[in-house]
């Protein structure tokens, strides 16, 4: 009882401190602040209820349990982070929103391509995963190649998408003055197009931060050498060992929140001018 | 006059946009000649086919009827010779370039070298009063500033032709009557053909040595006035008689207008 | 009636059957039961769905069980309707594998959730490094299929007698392009399908009594699957919601696994369980023997 | 329907080049088939082999075709070793989640631009909850909500929908920002609320950006009821078909079950862009 | 007039905008007085900070010193009670609604019954001579039908007070003749008190009782001229020597103002 108590409070205590953040003055600290308050709340009322109903471990370990597996396993988590991440969600990530992007170019240049190449693509680009998985382990073998394939299936689509749309986003007026200086296409695209399109591609790009992440782990459900996020998760839980599991998904929601962040720092940069940057 | 070069002329233009109710007849049997060096005003009431007619110049849209020539050739390709420097009604800077950058993108495109491109800005930012805003980015600026901005942008790269869509509308007086005389000023030395259009009876007699008065829908050509006034002009020439008779007719002759509406 | 649910560890097939048949034949209705039966796939631990209150009884395999009780989970075994272990693992001939000594230098696929844990403590016995080392062998993981056997990415993989072995047979190999390693005649296997169910269930009479007359009825359900295998692997058929199955497939299962549930009465073999847990403990899957992991109780019962 | 030519021919080259690469992959089995039998192949046996195998590592198209034919016309809709019938299982999960997700989304969205203490706490957290692999949590959803005596479908729709409320949420956040300071600060004059700037303003202006990401969405729905149909044991589904076909080697299956869940994501990103030119056309922004 | 209620007053009104390099002060130490029925034109150079002065009024922009009340209470509590329409400097159309459908956003807003609603559309697209436009959309029409459908449209809910950014900036003379006699009509018969910002001297001497002259950089007020017009004007009183007299000094003030630079 006293447990739950526990998370009531915390709950209480945690969304209220976060009310009074949002009233401060907009700074650097708060909005750095506000969402830790959150986890934290979320996170002791996790370990409340998680206790206070006495819930079985191997059903959901308390973060607490979490986090000392995490103390204990760090070189486990090391080693599979970077089979996982960098190796399998990174490199397919660039090359996945690369070949969208020029993709959608060639899309956008060429009006046979974008009725012949546009249905067919989304069709192609509609295969889910979990059925794509198994045939790219089987045609790239257990390595890290086969996760970087199945995640440049996964980002390709929703970038493709936006990609498309954010090349259409420029005005009426915009593209006229372009006309009026004769500028040819690719000058067209390079001095207007491309930079009005920018907040539709990061949307893209941020989209895919955390697709390319699960794309990468639940890849290696279906095939990976003994190593990686994935592998990890998908034979702990066979061992019941959920704390394990757990770990490797914090580790998976710190990675990609960092990814995204990184994404949104540099769409911040990139797309000041956009209102929706401004206010 | 009429033994010079003839830059840009109209015959039989017609011109109908489709809308979702009806189709909107904005140009009906259009003719007019301008020649090298003229300096043209479009006047008329709003929504009489000013611009519409200006962007059938400019290739920005194409002619359900007639034909027009641009140096004598149509103008899809003077566009491409990029024979002619366009000032729309608003403003329409990119939001992600500064100012200078805006006024740099024609020189840009049009591969002129960065040191010039800088020499460029710098002058012609100078001319519409706006040094020291370079940096600036559009929605920094008010709309006059603004307007000037995108003024600049067009001058930049020193085309034959000016096609300019009531470029001072946002401009108060003193501004305004600076940039008519730079403008004149530039017209004279250049031999630019410059197309105008305004709201303003004193702007247009004053720049223009041929003024057109338009009447609303469908837009037609009422009235062509040729001024009689020296090129040269000082900003006193506009209280002399002949400067208000001119005024006079063209007031007349947008008052016919507006009855027949 | 009672109702009890039943949490399989797999996809509706023969190793199930037992189970189909009893619920078909009304065995389960005999005994007073309302018995539904939830298919298994991989991701499904049955023990979470036994402990979030999906299910009162499941089937597992012993490591598993050893391994999720050591974790917390109360477990315990209520019967044993395997005899025998199904595992083993398929060579083919043309990679030179003949024997146990041979291994050096191969790699070696199998299925992991716990089942690479006797494949592990032979490897240990044998004195190979599994790391891919000079001298020792590479373990891959692989899915549950054959596929990476067929396309040679491995050159050993884990198969049941029952099942992947007859894919690779369909696949266009002859037993004589393959080579058998069986877990029974290596000493290296564990029990497989028993029936679990936890404490808590135990300690309530009337659940022991239920659970009882699950038993009773699964076993007779099993000795008819026995002995009528085209039926058995009919109402398995019927059974399986994917439209997925084969007949074929589906009997030359029933026939194989008829091999590994003969001679048992559901009564779990301790000889067997000590057996298996100490093969599990050599693999590190648990550290400790396992002390109340099954109980005669429920089969005691039944069997009277 | 000008669009026919092109995409005939985009797709009669993909043909081509599927052909060719169900040469290319299933090549070595043809051979250790021959080898076995002592024999050597020609080039003509071969291909023919490699387009016609059992257990293909790619399938031939006409291969795939004939299952799906088979699998689709010949057998009636209610059957379970129909493919409509199991299509029609991951739609209705598809559906329901991608209605449910889309929801979410923009309830989040709106949440998010009218909430500073939204905006601030809530953003992280649900980037966060997107990296978590829904593979490994699916079955202990669906273990959960088991317990608790949900089963069937809204399982499955829960977990679509987790998958695709993010694309919304993102899109949305950005849409409903955009329209400028100049349209804001009108409303501000007729001192409007908040929920009147939201439904005049910020909605309409989000349109382009709320389409685009429903086509993603619908996608991610599309996933996630195959995934959420996974672990419920292979009952029913393209999930199920995949799994099955997986774990019998069934090639053919799960190739045919792919191209269906294609098709099913094709036809619902094909509506929702429908839907997506018939509104803006009304709203006169296309 | 001094006698009668002050309904805005600033003072000491401070306004720096932080940029990208370096503040801009665009308000420097205003103060003013503007009572109830007054008429005042706010003239100045581009980018003097009319705008800004307006925006602060609305409560668009919050001022760095100093304070500005309308009817009395912050210009927060006033925008909140509805107390005055504001014409922007651009048009600002929604896209995605008719030019009826524009004009009828605010009634929506304010909750005006819909029968209601249709009527005062009709009658506010009359008064702008829109009357046949109301179902295009924005971009079928003109620049300047465009800004006639956004003074409309703060016509369309008669608040007490106007605040109007160069309404009739992108008009010809006669239509802007006939919307400065409407206007001056709608003031004399309803009282309402108007601050409006134009470029054109006339256009200002010609509607105000106030006319505030600004200088730039930072914005200050160079000059209040109080007019001694009658406030009834026919169109004809253009010609007065007082008139042009007063055009004379506002003239002069802008000069100055430019002068000072
Ligand atoms: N894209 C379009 N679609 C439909 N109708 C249009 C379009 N553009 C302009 N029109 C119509 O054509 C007519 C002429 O418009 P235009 O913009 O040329 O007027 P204008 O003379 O420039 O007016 P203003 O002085 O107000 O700018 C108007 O009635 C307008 O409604
Ligand atoms: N959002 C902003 N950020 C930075 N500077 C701004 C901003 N808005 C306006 N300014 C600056 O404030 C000054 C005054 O601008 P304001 O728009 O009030 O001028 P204005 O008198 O309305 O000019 P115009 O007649 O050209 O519309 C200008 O120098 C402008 O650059
Ligand atoms: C922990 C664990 N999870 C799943 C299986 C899979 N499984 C159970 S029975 C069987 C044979 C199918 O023919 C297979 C593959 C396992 N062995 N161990
Ligand atoms: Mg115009
Ligand atoms: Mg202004």
């Given amino acids: 009882m006293g447990w739950v108590l526990f998370a009531i409070v915390a709950w209480v205590a945690g969304l209220s401190l976060n009310v009074w953040l949002a009233r401060q003055r907009p700074s650097r600290g708060a909005s750095l602040a506000a969402p830790l308050v959150f986890g934290i709340t979320l996170i002791a009322v996790w370990e409340g209820v998680v206790r206070g109903f006495e819930i079985n471990q191997v059903l959901l370990p308390a973060p607490s349990v979490i986090a000392a597996r995490m103390a204990t396993s760090l070189d486990i988590l090391w080693i599979d982070f970077v089979q996982t991440v960098i190796k399998g969600a990174l490199s397919g990530y660039i090359i996945g929103c690369g070949a969208a992007f020029l993709t959608a170019l060639a899309i956008d240049r060429f009006p046979f391509l974008q009725r012949g190449l546009l249905p067919v693509g989304n069709f192609v680009a509609a295969l889910p995963i979990i059925g794509m998985a198994p045939i790219m382990v089987m045609w790239f073998g257990f390595g890290w190649q086969s996760k970087a394939a199945i995640v440049v299936v996964m980002v390709f689509f929703p970038m493709l998408v936006n990609t498309v749309q954010g090349l259409q986003a420029s005005d009426a007026m915009q593209r006229d003055l372009m006309r009026t200086y004769a500028a040819g296409y690719w000058r067209t695209l390079v001095k207007l197009r491309l930079p009005a399109a920018m907040p539709f591609v990061f949307n893209g790009l941020k989209i895919g931060t955390t697709l390319a992440l699960i794309g990468a782990i639940v890849a290696e459900f279906f095939g990976s050498p003994v190593l990686g996020m994935g592998f990890r998760i998908s034979t702990s839980v066979g061992q019941l060992a959920l704390d394990l599991v757990w770990a490797e998904i914090v580790v998976a929601a710190i990675a990609g929140s960092a990814f995204y962040g990184i994404m949104a720092l540099i769409e911040g940069r990139v797309t000041f001018w956009h209102p929706s940057q401004r206010n | 006059m009429n033994d010079s070069q003839s830059v840009i002329s109209a015959s039989n233009l017609d011109l109908t946009f489709q809308t979702n109710d009806g189709p909107v007849h904005a140009l009906k049997d259009v003719n007019l000649e301008i020649h090298k060096g003229d300096f043209v005003s479009f006047i008329g009431p709003s929504g009489c086919g000013k611009t519409t007619f200006l962007r059938v110049m400019a290739d920005l849209e194409q002619p359900t009827g007639g034909s027009v020539t641009i140096n004598g050739v149509s103008p899809e390709e003077a566009r491409k010779s990029r024979a002619y420097g366009y000032v729309f009604q608003a403003a329409g800077l990119y939001p992600w370039r500064t100012i200078g950058g805006n006024i740099r993108l024609p020189l840009e495109i049009m591969g002129v070298p960065r040191a010039e491109q800088d020499q460029r800005v710098k002058r012609v930012l100078d001319l519409v009063e706006l040094s020291g805003f370079e940096k600036k980015f559009p929605w920094q600026l008010s709309g006059g500033m603004q307007q000037r901005a995108s003024i600049a942008r067009a001058l930049s790269f020193d085309a034959d032709i000016l096609l300019m869509d009531e470029p001072f509308g946002a401009l108060d007086e003193i501004v305004r009557d600076h940039l008519n005389e730079q403008l004149l000023k530039l017209w004279a030395r250049t031999e630019k053909t410059i197309a105008f259009v305004t709201h303003s009876i004193p702007e247009a007699v004053y720049l223009s040595t041929k003024i057109v008065v338009m009447s609303p829908r469908p837009g037609r050509i009422a009235d062509v006035i040729e001024s009689p006034l020296p090129r040269e002009r000082p900003l006193e020439i506009r209280e002399t008689p002949e400067f208000l008779e001119i005024a006079h007719r063209v007031r007349e002759g947008l008052r016919a207008g507006h009855g027949g509406d | ?304 | ?286």
């Fill in chain 4, 1 to 286: 329907m000008r669009n026919i030519i092109p995409v005939l021919t985009v797709v009669g080259l993909l043909i081509v080049v599927w052909y060719g690469a169900a040469v290319a992959l299933n090549a070595q089995w043809a051979r250790d088939v021959a080898a076995r039998a002592d024999k050597t192949l020609t080039f003509s046996e071969l291909v023919a082999d490699t387009w016609s195998q059992e257990k293909p590592k790619l399938p031939a198209p006409h291969q795939v075709g004939a299952e799906l034919w088979k699998t689709t016309v010949e057998k009636k809709v209610t059957s379970k070793r129909s493919l409509i019938y199991h299509t029609w299982v991951t739609f209705s999960a598809t559906f329901l989640g991608f209605v449910m997700g889309t929801a979410l989304g923009t309830l989040l969205a709106v949440g998010i631009v009218f909430n500073r203490t939204m905006d601030m706490s809530v953003m992280p957290w649900v980037i966060a909850s997107q990296t978590i692999p829904i593979l490994a949590i699916a079955p202990m959803i669906i273990v959960v909500l088991n317990a608790v005596g949900l089963s069937g479908l809204l399982p499955k729709a829960i977990i679509s929908m987790y998958l695709s409320f993010f694309p919304v949420v993102v899109g949305m956040v950005k849409g409903l920002r955009s329209p400028d300071q100049m349209q804001l600060d009108q409303m501000r004059t007729w001192n409007a609320s908040g929920w009147q700037t939201f439904w005049k303003l910020r909605l309409p202006s989000s349109m382009p950006y709320f389409f685009t990401s429903l086509k993603v969405g619908v996608a991610a729905s599309l996933v996630g009821a195959i995934v959420g149909e996974m672990p419920t044991g292979a009952v029913a589904g393209l999930g199920a078909r995949l799994l099955a076909g997986s774990y019998y080697g069934q090639t053919v299956q799960i190739w045919s079950a792919l191209l269906m869940a294609a098709a099913l994501a094709a036809a619902m990103v094909g509506l929702i862009g429908l839907v997506q030119r018939l509104t803006l056309k009304r709203m006169g922004m296309a």
């Fill in chain 3, 1 to 304: 009636a009672d109702d009890l649910t039943l949490q399989l560890k797999w996809v509706t097939q023969a190793q199930f059957a037992g189970y189909y048949v009893a619920k078909d034949k009304g065995f389960y209705e005999e005994e007073g039961l309302d018995v539904t039966i939830k298919p298994g796939g991989p991701d499904i631990a049955p023990v979470q769905v036994l402990l979030g209150g999906g299910a009162d009884v499941m089937v597992d395999w012993l490591p598993s069980a050893l391994a999720a009780r050591e974790k917390g989970a109360p477990i315990v075994n209520i019967a044993q309707p395997f005899a025998k272990s199904g595992l083993m693992l398929t060579c083919l001939k043309e990679h030179g594998i003949e024997s146990p000594e041979d291994f050096p230098g191969h790699t070696l696929g199998t299925w992991f959730f716990g089942n690479e844990i006797p494949l592990m403590s032979w490897m240990g016995k044998l004195g190979y490094p599994t790391d891919g080392s000079e001298g020792g062998v590479t373990i891959q993981k692989i899915n549950f299929n054959v596929d990476p056997l067929l396309q040679k990415q491995v050159e050993c993989a884990t198969t049941m007698t029952y099942n992947e072995y007859w894919q690779v047979i369909d696949a266009g190999l002859t037993p004589e392009d393959l080579v058998v390693f069986k877990y029974e005649d290596e000493g290296i296997s564990t029990l497989e399908d028993g029936l679990y169910t936890t404490e808590e269930n135990l300690k309530d009479p009337e659940m022991v009594d239920k659970l009882a007359r699950f038993v009773r009825a699964s076993m007779k359900g099993w000795k008819y699957a026995e002995e009528n295998v085209e039926e058995a692997a009919e109402i398995v058929l019927e059974n399986d919601q994917t439209g997925a199955q084969t007949e074929k497939h589906q009997t030359r299962m029933m026939g194989e696994i008829a091999k590994l549930t003969e001679g048992s009465d559901g009564r779990l073999d301790e000889a067997a369980f000590d057996r298996s847990a100490t093969i599990t403990m050599e693999g590190g899957m648990i550290t400790k023997a396992p002390e109340g992991a099954w109980t005669h109780d429920v089969t005691d019962k039944a069997l009277q």
